[in-house]
């Protein structure tokens, strides 16, 4: 018997019934579908969309919407794949491979703009791996944008294959976890709906698939299940998700106190300082972009800021009654349009110091007291991983530190005058606690009104800006003649007086208003905008306004990156110190008593104080009286402020310089075996430790010394 064929033509019986192979492939792919592997897609999908979602409503980076496409392209992708017959290593190799390939498609048209003489093709790889070997690719946010395409083709791709394929979604679920609990806990402003549906659309696909886990166990051990079990499960299910979502809107904090930092991740922390470092407007140039408050080593002064809440060490004082101001690194150096720590061209002076050695300086300060600062590093700065935070001038450290000078001129070029950045050499990280025993002024007013202007040589770099290469001469000049015209209106003489009247022009809330929202048009000057048209920014740009103007009068004068006091915690005693607290001030050098700090940033929010001049209540440990160690240990409760809200007085007239250990080294880049054990300075000599080679005078004591050095 002939059997007529749905074609027409004439088969066999076999042939009659068999499956085109078109129907067999829909077949199969409905078989792979089956299982509650369409339900389970869709949650995949939605959840894809909320973390994409809710990564673009943070702006890290300008054109960043293009994330959504990039996420529910891997997702879709690595979905098909999943669950059509493909070996996995082909699978997965393929969602390798087009992952660049998406991320490069997602970011083009900001490559492009940025980079109009880029073309796809090999050279490619070439250009964009010089710009990564040279740092240019730090400064490009076009770069951090395909990074994040990247990454969010990595969580829509990971969390479908995840789940369709090998019906893991806890293990999908990481990417998207660590990406989402990133932007809730550094920018939690416009969260909240993506929180509840995060945790809304998580419970239910763990709850889907466990559902569908049990239905195929249960089939497989032939056991039919009716619809009163059926429906147990899920009313188990549905009551404990609901429990769990109405608990965490409507339950109270179980303390006052951020315990974000206690159940972070690893994961979740390392991620957060990426995306702080790729986001903070130190990196970007086009002055639009959203970054997030945080640490770097230069002042720039673009785009806007979101606070960030990560907590980044915490801190107890004893004895210690100076500005609760921690220092990072001094920026010295003014070239295009910004204050910096550092530049290629300039050698760095090193010093090795053992741990709890006293460090060596050249000149003698009068009017210094000692305090101790015990700090429990928790998150170190991305990319500065070694810096060690403290308040007021190093005087040791109980560990092995190497000290750096920026050299601006000759005039320093053995000597160690200031420390402008201190790391950790062992450990090589900054990670733990360590206790820095610190000096700081208790220069009155009135001293320092008179300290003159009898500077030395190396002073003169702090003195001046650059002709050339930091901002058209024209801003300069206005920005000179406002000086001018506030130190006069203001009828100050002195140094002192003339920093004083600055710092009270940009703190008067009558014309400067602090604000994160600190955007400049393109084209404009930055600094220019800020104090003649929009009159309002964060910390970065009135420290460059007041370092400006002072230099533009001679005075010599650094700004200073670090953090602020932070808050005081009562339940642990200790200060906490996070990323929103990261601050930048200037720094006058006066002679007889070194770099003394102003505050120049607007108090309209009351976070940032007038700085006292004097001795403080604490300032126990006075150099003058031959105190070399301060006694004590416990925090003083003295809550949050930056500074006690108390005006600039006179207080109590102690000081005197302490004495030294051992340096290990000196260097310029690299180290070298340079010596400084021998010569005479404002610190007591010790004689070289057994593995310090050679010997040299090079660190002298500075003739501007008025006083002997106290001993010990």
């Given at each position: 018997m002939r059997y007529v064929s749905p074609s027409g033509r004439l088969v066999s019986p076999e042939d009659a019934f068999r499956d085109s192979p078109q129907v067999l492939l829909?077949?199969?792919?409905r078989e792979s579908i089956g299982g509650g592997r369409f339900w389970s897609a869709v949650l995949v999908i939605l959840l894809t969309i909320t973390v994409a979602r809710s990564t673009a409503t943070v702006r890290w980076v300008d054109n960043i919407d293009v994330i959504l496409w990039?996420?529910?392209?891997?997702?879709l992708v690595m979905?098909?794949?999943?669950?059509?017959?493909?070996?996995?290593?082909?699978?997965?190799?393929?969602?390798?491979?087009?992952?660049?390939?998406a991320a490069i498609v997602g970011a083009w048209p900001l490559v492009h703009a940025r980079h109009p003489g880029d073309v796809i093709g090999p050279q490619l790889v070439s250009v964009w791996g010089d710009r990564i070997t040279t740092g240019a690719a730090a400064s490009d946010p076009s770069f951090y944008l395909l990074l994040i395409c990247l990454l969010m083709w990595i969580t829509g791709a990971w969390l479908s294959w995840c789940v369709l394929r090998w019906r893991k979604p806890m293990l999908g679920l990481i990417p998207g976890a660590a990406a989402f609990a990133t932007n809730v806990l550094n920018v939690p402003q416009d969260q909240n709906g993506y929180t509840l549906a995060m945790l809304v659309l998580t419970l239910a696909l763990l709850l889907w698939t466990n559902y569908t886990a049990s239905i195929a166990n249960a089939k497989r051990a032939n056991?039919?299940?009716?619809?009163?079990?059926?429906?147990?499960?899920?009313?188990?299910?549905?009551?404990?998700?609901?429990?769990?979502?109405?608990?965490?809107?409507?339950?109270?904090?179980?303390?006052?106190?951020?315990?974000?930092?206690?159940?972070?991740?690893?994961?979740?922390?390392?991620?957060?300082q990426l995306q702080q470092r790729l986001s903070h407007p130190g990196f970007f140039s086009n002055g639009k972009s959203t970054g997030v408050t945080g640490f770097t080593t230069d002042v720039r002064l673009n785009g806007s800021l979101q606070r960030t809440r990560d907590i980044v060490f915490t801190y107890t004082i004893a004895d210690y009654s100076g500005p609760k101001y921690f220092r990072g690194v001094n920026e010295t150096i003014t070239t295009g349009g910004e204050w910096r720590y550092s530049q290629s061209n300039l050698p760095e002076l090193r010093q090795l110091v053992a741990k709890n050695d006293v460090y060596q300086y050249a000149e003698d300060y009068q009017k210094l007291a000692l305090g101790k600062v015990t700090i429990k590093m928790l998150r170190?700065?991305?990319?500065?991983?070694?810096?060690?935070?403290?308040?007021?001038?190093?005087?040791?450290?109980?560990?092995?530190?190497?000290?750096?000078?920026?050299?601006?001129?000759?005039?320093?070029?053995?000597?160690?005058?200031?420390i402008d950045r201190l790391g950790s050499v062992q450990p090589t990280t900054s990670s733990g606690n360590y206790v820095a025993t610190v000096e700081y002024s208790t220069a009155t007013v009135g001293e320092l009104e008179a300290a003159g202007t009898a500077y030395e040589d190396w002073v003169t770099p702090y003195t001046s800006l650059p002709r050339r290469g930091y901002r058209p001469a024209a801003v300069q000049q206005e920005i000179r003649d406002?000086?001018?015209?506030?130190v006069t209106d203001a009828g100050a003489t002195t140094p002192y007086d003339q920093a004083a009247a600055i710092e009270a022009y940009l703190r008067n809330p009558s014309h400067f208003t602090y604000s994160l929202d600190a955007r400049t048009p393109d084209g404009v000057d930055p600094i220019e905008y800020f104090l003649f048209t929009s009159h309002k920014g964060y910390c970065e740009f009135f420290a460059t306004a007041m370092g400006d103007m002072l230099r533009s009068l001679g005075i010599p004068t650094r700004l200073v990156n670090g953090f602020g006091p932070g808050t005081f915690d009562a339940q642990t005693n200790q200060f906490i110190v996070r990323g929103e607290d990261a601050h930048t001030w200037v720094e006058v050098y006066f002679p007889q008593y070194g770099w003394i700090p102003f505050e120049p940033t607007a108090d309209n929010l009351s976070v940032y104080s007038l700085i006292p001049r004097g001795a403080g209540p604490q300032a126990t440990c006075l150099r003058d009286n031959n105190c070399s160690d301060p006694t004590g240990g416990t925090t003083i409760p003295i809550g949050g402020g930056s500074t006690p809200g108390t005006n600039r007085g006179e207080r109590n007239d102690p000081a005197a310089g302490p004495s030294i250990g051992g340096i290990a080294a000196l260097a310029r880049r690299p180290w070298s075996s340079a010596g400084g054990c021998g010569g005479r300075s404002r610190r007591r000599q010790n004689r070289c430790p057994p593995w310090r080679t050679?010997?040299?005078?090079?660190?002298?004591?500075?003739?501007?010394?008025?006083?002997?050095?106290?001993?010990r």
């Open positions: 829909w077949e199969r792919v990039v996420a529910l392209a891997g997702a979905g098909v794949l999943a669950v059509l017959p493909v070996r996995e290593p082909i699978s997965l190799g393929i969602g390798l491979v087009l992952a660049p390939v056991v039919k299940l009716t619809g009163d079990a059926r429906w147990d499960f899920w009313e188990s299910g549905l009551v404990a998700m609901a429990a769990l979502i109405v608990l965490g809107i409507m339950l109270p904090p179980l303390s006052t106190a951020d315990r974000t930092l206690d159940v972070e991740s690893g994961l979740f922390t390392s991620w957060a170190p700065p991305i990319g500065s991983p070694d810096v060690l935070f403290y308040p007021g001038l190093a005087y040791r450290v109980d560990r092995l530190t190497v000290s750096t000078q920026i050299q601006l001129s000759d005039a320093n070029s053995a000597t160690v005058y200031t406002l000086a001018v015209k506030i050679g010997s040299s005078s090079r660190l002298t004591r500075h003739p501007r010394s008025r006083r002997p050095a106290a001993s």
